[in-house]
């Protein structure tokens, strides 16, 4: 069970939008449609921000939004703003009652 | 509003075994999945394993000749037992509650974390 791939960094100015891809086998992310991803801040615990590949907990701006091609999951964060700067996490349903999380991005606003 | 606290001793020798419990407030322990997840310093989450009210569980295959979880519904808590521990157990440790459904791979709500440190 090998942690889903992220790339270590995204970057884009304010307004912008930015895409995380998550990336993992037809095992985990291809076989199930239980993708979700979190938001974390420095210090803080992680925070729900996308389920089930696309719906958005209560809460949490439409900015947000989640997509799955294949083996790999994407974050898009549309119109960056600044307390969007954090790291991101994707997790996967991986069978077997498992579950798998990403390596992590950063995302930064120039 | 529900709310996760975990407790336990911040600091363990290696080859002891680590000891943390989640309290449950705002809501009942029941009839979710509850799971222990990990962070080492500058590092990712690592799921480590879930534990439903009834007391059924799974662990991360990694881990799960190491890891030992319980419940304790009439105190709304559950707990961790990780044993064998070295340098490289050293993380943040996070409880956080799942669906109702096990495959539905999220968790909606997260305890503050509390950092174990591995070291004699």
């Known amino acids: 069970q090998s942690a889903l791939t992220q790339p270590r960094s995204v970057s884009g100015s304010p307004g912008q939008s930015v895409t995380i891809s998550c990336t993992g086998t037809?095992?985990?992310?291809?076989?199930?449609?239980?993708v979700s991803w979190y938001q974390q801040h420095p210090g803080k615990a992680p925070k729900l921000m996308i389920y089930d590949v696309s719906k958005r907990p209560s809460g949490v701006p439409d900015r947000f939004s989640g997509s799955k091609s294949g083996n790999t999951a994407s974050l898009t964060i549309s119109g960056l703003q600044a307390e969007d700067e954090a790291d991101y996490y994707c997790c996967s349903y991986a069978g077997s009652y498992t579950y798998v999380f990403g390596t992590g991005t950063k995302v930064t606003v120039l | 509003q529900v709310q996760l606290q975990e407790s336990g001793p911040g600091l363990v020798k290696p080859s002891e075994t680590l000891s943390l419990t989640c309290t449950v407030s705002?809501?009942?322990?029941?009839?979710?999945?509850w799971s222990w997840i990990r962070q080492p310093p500058g590092k990712g989450l690592e799921w480590i394993g879930y534990?439903?009210?009834?007391?059924?569980?799974n662990y991360n295959p990694s881990l799960k000749s190491r890891v030992t979880t319980s419940v304790d519904t009439s105190k709304n808590q559950f707990s961790l037992k990780l044993s064998s521990l070295t340098a490289a157990d050293t993380a943040v440790y996070y409880c956080?509650?799942?669906?109702?459904?096990?495959?539905?791979?999220?968790?909606?709500?997260w305890g503050q974390g509390t950092l174990v440190t591995v070291s004699s």
């Open positions: 534990i439903y009210y009834s007391g059924s569980t």
């Open positions: 037809s095992s985990d992310v291809g076989a199930y449609n239980y």
């Open positions: 956080a509650r799942g669906d109702q459904r096990l495959e539905r791979a999220f968790f909606d709500y």
């Open positions: 705002g809501g009942s322990i029941s009839n979710f999945y």
